[in-house]
Nanobody
Framework: VQLQAFGGGLVQSGGSLRLSCSAS????????IGWFRQAPGKEREEVSC????????WYLSSVKGRFSISRDAAKNTIYLQMNSLTPEDTATYYC?????????????????WGQGTEVTVSS
C-alpha cells in the first residue's frame, strides 16, 4: 500500500493549507481513508476520514467547521482543506487507511499509513 501525502508547509495563524494524498495498492473495494496527525511530545490524533462505502465523513471535534475532507475517486486522491489554522494544528500529518470499512460514523481506526507531511502554523 502506498499513501503519499503532499502539501504541508509553513503558514500564519488564520491561514489555510490543502493537503493531498494519493493512494494505491489497497486490497479491498471498500475502505476508509484520511488523516491523522502527531505533534512532538503528543499522542497521535485522528483528524478526519471518509469512506468509499457510504460516503460518511468523520472529523476530530477541534477541526470541525475548519477542515474539510474530499475525495477524487478518478484520481485515487483525497484532500484535506484546512482553514483558520492555529498553532495547535502544528504537527506532522499522515495519510492513512483502513481496509474493509464501509462507514466511518464512529471514527477512523487507521491500520496503514505512509510518510507524513509537516504543517507548521506560526502565531
Amino acid at each position: 500500500v502506498q499513501l503519499q501525502a503532499f502539501g504541508g508547509g509553513l503558514v500564519q495563524s488564520g491561514g489555510s493549507l490543502r493537503l493531498s494524498c494519493s493512494a494505491s495498492g489497497l486490497a479491498s473495494d471498500v475502505y476508509a481513508i484520511g488523516w491523522f496527525r502527531q505533534a512532538p511530545g503528543k499522542e497521535r490524533e485522528e483528524v478526519s476520514c471518509t469512506t468509499n462505502g457510504d460516503g460518511s465523513k468523520w472529523y476530530l471535534s477541534s477541526v470541525k467547521g475548519r477542515f474539510s475532507i474530499s475525495r477524487d475517486a478518478a484520481k485515487n486522491t483525497i484532500y484535506l482543506q484546512m482553514n483558520s489554522l492555529t498553532p495547535e494544528d502544528t504537527a506532522t500529518y499522515y495519510c492513512a487507511a483502513r481496509e474493509l470499512t464501509a462507514s466511518v460514523i464512529y471514527g477512523c481506526d487507521f491500520q496503514k499509513w505512509g510518510q507524513g507531511t509537516e504543517v507548521t502554523v506560526s502565531s
